[in-house]
């Protein structure tokens, strides 16, 4: 992989004081790394943006400083929210002769004869994977052809991505699928689809106005305890309270 040469310089001024910086197109940042002490510098704006656009967070950077040239990676990039520019950027300096882990980008090209047909719908659920190599041996992006995608439910997993695996590790799952064809939702299958959902809706609705209402368990509850209330408190014979006539005795 080729390096990409860049100037730094060191940075006296920290903290808050680093807004003076950036006013004058100058990005704090520090390099840190395995056995590193981190090292606070400062680059010119309009020298990394396009030093950036080449290398990406994959690419080595060769960084001078003082005279030392030392091999970085972009590890973090902080920006503003509003205007996205960079506010600090963390250098993290390698050695060429150890591996390192990052995430690489999907790059993905041809074109999907499904997609031209308008048989399917191209989704792409993952956009990088993770790997470990040697900084020299690291891609600065994984190509991912779809020209093979011919049917709905064709797809390519991580395994079948061209990585060569003698000097490139893998550590993402080979079985996750990148990219897939997936069915084609016109827009007249969802205003069919919402009709048939508003349809249903309705029904429902007319069922349940036309049922009487039961009331609640609690309701329920409450009127058979006033039943069996009642009915203790009713009298099993009506003549029950009444007395009994005097029998009387037959005349001698």
């Given at each position: 992989?080729?390096?990409?040469?860049?100037?730094?310089?060191?940075?006296?001024?920290?903290?808050r004081?680093?807004?003076?910086?950036?006013?004058?197109?100058?990005?704090?940042?520090?390099?840190?790394?395995?056995?590193?002490?981190t090292?606070?510098?400062q680059?010119?704006?309009?020298?990394?943006?396009?030093?950036?656009?080449?290398?990406?967070?994959?690419?080595?950077?060769?960084?001078?400083?003082d005279?030392?040239?030392?091999?970085?990676?972009?590890?973090?990039?902080?920006?503003?929210?509003?205007?996205?520019?960079p506010?600090?950027?963390?250098?993290?300096?390698?050695?060429?002769?150890?591996?390192?882990?990052?995430n690489v980008?999907?790059?993905?090209?041809?074109?999907?004869?499904?997609?031209?047909?308008k048989?399917?719908?191209?989704?792409?659920?993952?956009?990088?994977?993770?790997?470990?190599?040697?900084?020299?041996?690291?891609?600065?992006n994984i190509?991912?052809?779809?020209s093979?995608?011919?049917?709905?439910?064709?797809e390519?997993k991580v395994?079948?991505?061209?990585?060569?695996?003698?000097?490139?590790?893998?550590?993402?799952d080979?079985?996750?699928?990148?990219?897939?064809?997936?069915e084609?939702?016109?827009?007249?299958?969802?205003?069919?689809?919402?009709e048939?959902?508003?349809?249903?809706?309705?029904?429902?609705?007319?069922?349940?106005?036309g049922?009487?209402e039961?009331?609640?368990?609690?309701?329920?509850?409450?009127a058979?305890?006033?039943?069996?209330?009642?009915?203790e408190?009713?009298p099993?014979?009506?003549g029950?309270?009444?007395?009994?006539?005097?029998?009387?005795?037959?005349?001698?």
């Open positions: 992989m080729e390096q990409i040469p860049l100037t730094a310089a060191k940075r006296t001024v920290l903290g004081k680093v807004k003076s910086l950036r006013k004058e197109g100058i990005i704090p940042a520090h390099i840190f790394g395995h056995k590193v002490k090292i606070h510098i680059v010119q704006k309009k020298d990394f943006e396009p030093v950036f656009e080449k290398a990406g967070e994959t690419g080595i950077i060769d960084l001078s400083l005279k030392e040239k030392r091999p970085v990676m972009v590890r973090n990039i902080q920006s503003d929210p509003l205007t996205d520019d506010l600090h950027i963390d250098f993290y300096q390698v050695n060429l002769s150890e591996k390192v882990k990052v980008p999907l790059e993905t090209i041809g074109q999907s004869p499904a997609v031209e047909k048989i399917g719908l191209l989704l792409t659920p993952v956009s990088e994977i993770e790997i470990e190599a040697l900084p020299t041996d690291l891609p600065e190509q991912v052809d779809i093979k995608l011919e049917n709905i439910g064709d390519i395994k079948d991505l061209p990585i060569d695996r003698a000097k490139v590790e893998v550590l993402t080979e079985e996750l699928v990148v990219t897939q064809i997936g084609l939702v016109t827009k007249e299958m969802e205003e069919t689809e919402a048939i959902e508003a349809e249903q809706a309705a029904e429902t609705a007319e069922g349940e106005e049922q009487p039961e009331g609640t368990e609690e309701e329920k509850k409450e058979a305890t006033e039943e069996q209330e009642a009915a408190e009713k099993e014979d009506a029950s309270d009444q007395k009994a006539p005097k029998e009387e005795k037959p005349q001698e």
